[in-house]
């Protein structure tokens, strides 16, 4: 029954209805705000609606009108003033920062008129965002629609997010993905009120991103010969290979409009540049940046390459450079610098690791590890950028203002927190979206192994039970992440993301007291039409 209702929220009335009669309903809003009372009736949108902004919400104003043009076909005024009744106010009242916080918002639907209010230009942003919600799905058209009655139902909604960071990831390092489809990724996390984009740039596949003073890290690291077919293949006699050259990178020019294109919709890219392992790419680059000397070229197969780079001090000097055009590129507040899987094997038969170990006083190379990501937390703490790195980097010793993303479970969250440092929960066994969706392999497409449906996702309390609740501030929020070793394309990104990012977004967004499984499912079955007409690549509900 409650499905039925929602559906009826969501379907405007038929071309010739005596106006617009939107059923009093829970709207299907993702994630679910915090606070929703449905209000009687509804208002009408209208080609004679008009905007209404102060200097501070001026461009949100164009940037929602913008939004509802190119179904509605019509381009709504936006203006400093006019009458009160028939317009949508955009309002930024910074007294509201008390209650709504950096990105809450508060939204009135009457039928004379709307009104959203925030402390922020961001929670104006996700003000927009349910507003668009409250109309027919068809508003994500980009033509106009005959025959919609373009209304929203009557609501009162105060909206806070519970988490700060609330994160898609996605590698672009083992399948390059085109520029077009990265704004697009964007775009459908800021629909969802996803505000961080982790951009795993560089693995031993291959290196994304131009670097000027390194022109080789991307006409040589950007490209591999051919990719292993099919599952990994331990036995490398038993590999086949699909003869096709792989590779693309992102110009410095088009990592500003991305960055752009992110900043418009309040998501901030996070870079990821890994080091010292998963550094194969760059090796075959610069020999030099390696342990052995040898000429190799980036990785052809999926698992984790044992060439890391060496602990050198011209080494060090290099990724400080590489970091130092990141800097230049992201404002992002965090820079990522991986620190995962790093085999030590190399560092163990190298002379001059070991002198360095030695010079240093370490006990070993998990202390060399630690040793070497300081040196990148010590340069980017005197710029003011924040170190973010898997858990890895709490081995040997935890940089003083690192970040921690905890991705083999709850524990490196934990223990960060513990000691004081901010933790965000990535753990693979909630969070890794390249897991098959359904338990029978055999209809899905080849993906990594494991196995986290949507409901899992949905029904994660992401804060360890373990954790006290002393330290539970230190943890930021949650991220899903997106491994595309068998993820050729965007279709297949998509195809793993949704409809799992919308349980994510809740998971990251709504009041914990508030998440509830069969309201969600509810919810989702009115949102998986916005996602069909966006031409989102979703799995289908299970029936
Ligand atoms: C990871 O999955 N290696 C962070």
């Known amino acids: 029954m409650r499905r039925l209702l929602v559906a009826i929220a969501m379907t405007a009335p038929a071309a010739g209805a005596q106006g617009p009669t939107v059923a009093r309903a829970m709207p299907a809003i993702v994630p679910l705000p915090s606070q929703v009372e449905a209000r009687p009736g509804s208002f009408a949108l209208s080609a004679r609606t008009v905007i209404v902004t102060d200097a501070a919400t001026r461009t949100l104003g164009r940037q929602l009108a913008g939004w509802l043009a190119p179904a509605t076909g019509w381009d709504l005024a936006v203006r400093a003033s006019a009458g009160a009744r028939g317009t949508i106010a955009l309002r930024r009242d910074a007294t509201l920062a008390k209650s709504l ?302 970040t921690v993303m905890s991705w083999r479970g709850d524990d490196g969250a934990i223990a960060s927190a513990r000691a004081g440092h901010e933790a965000i929960l990535t753990p693979t066994h909630h969070t890794y979206f390249d897991y098959y969706q359904a338990g029978s392999k055999a209809t899905e497409p080849l993906a990594i192994g494991g196995f986290l449906p949507l409901d899992t996702v949905y029904t994660w309390e992401p804060v360890p039970a373990a954790l006290e609740p002393r330290y539970r501030d230190k943890l930021l929020g949650v991220q899903a992440q997106l491994w595309t070793e068998y993820l050729p394309d965007g279709r297949a990104v998509e195809y793993m993301a949704y409809p799992r990012m919308c349980a994510l977004a809740e998971v990251a967004w709504t009041p914990a007291a508030r998440r509830e499984l069969a309201g969600f499912k509810a919810r989702l079955a009115a949102h998986m039409e916005r996602l069909r007409v966006l031409d989102v690549n979703a799995r289908a509900l299970d029936r």
């Open 101 to 402: 916080g950096e990105e809450g918002y508060r939204l009135e639907v009457k039928p004379s008129g709307v009104a959203i209010r925030a402390a922020t230009a961001a929670g104006v942003f996700y003000g927009m965002q349910s507003l668009r919600q409250l109309l027919p799905a068809a508003i994500y058209r980009e033509a106009p629609v005959a025959g919609v009655a373009w209304a929203m139902p009557a609501v009162s909604i105060t909206d806070v997010p519970r988490f700060t960071w609330r994160g898609g990831h996605l590698d672009v390092a083992r399948h390059f993905m085109p520029k077009q489809f990265v704004k697009r990724y964007i775009d459908l996390l800021a629909l969802h009120k996803l505000n961080r984009f982790h951009w795993h740039l560089t693995d031993d596949q291959g290196w994304r991103l131009e670097i000027r003073k390194y022109p080789r890290l991307t006409e040589v690291g950007g490209w591999r010969k051919e990719t292993l077919v099919g599952p990994y293949e331990p036995d490398p006699a038993k590999r086949t290979f699909d003869g096709v050259r792989h590779g693309g990178f992102y110009t410095q020019d088009d990592v500003r409009e991305i960055v752009a294109y992110a900043a418009a919709r309040f998501v901030t890219v996070v870079p990821e540049i890994e080091m010292p392992g998963h550094a194969q790419a760059a090796v075959s680059a610069y020999p030099q940046l390696g342990n052995t000397g040898e000429q190799v070229s980036p990785m052809m197969v999926w698992g984790v390459s044992e060439y890391l780079f060496n602990t050198d001090s011209a080494t060090i000097a290099f990724l400080h450079d590489v970091l130092g055009e990141v800097l230049a590129l992201f404002p992002s507040p965090w820079v990522h610098i991986g620190g995962d899987e790093a085999v030590k094997a190399q560092w163990k038969a190298s002379a001059s690791a070991q002198a360095k170990i030695r010079a240093l006083g370490l006990k070993d190379e998990h202390e060399l590890q630690s040793w070497f990501i300081r040196q990148m937390d010590t340069w980017l703490t005197a710029r003011g950028r924040r170190l973010v790195g898997w858990d890895e980097i709490l081995e040997g010793g935890l940089a003083p203002n690192a």
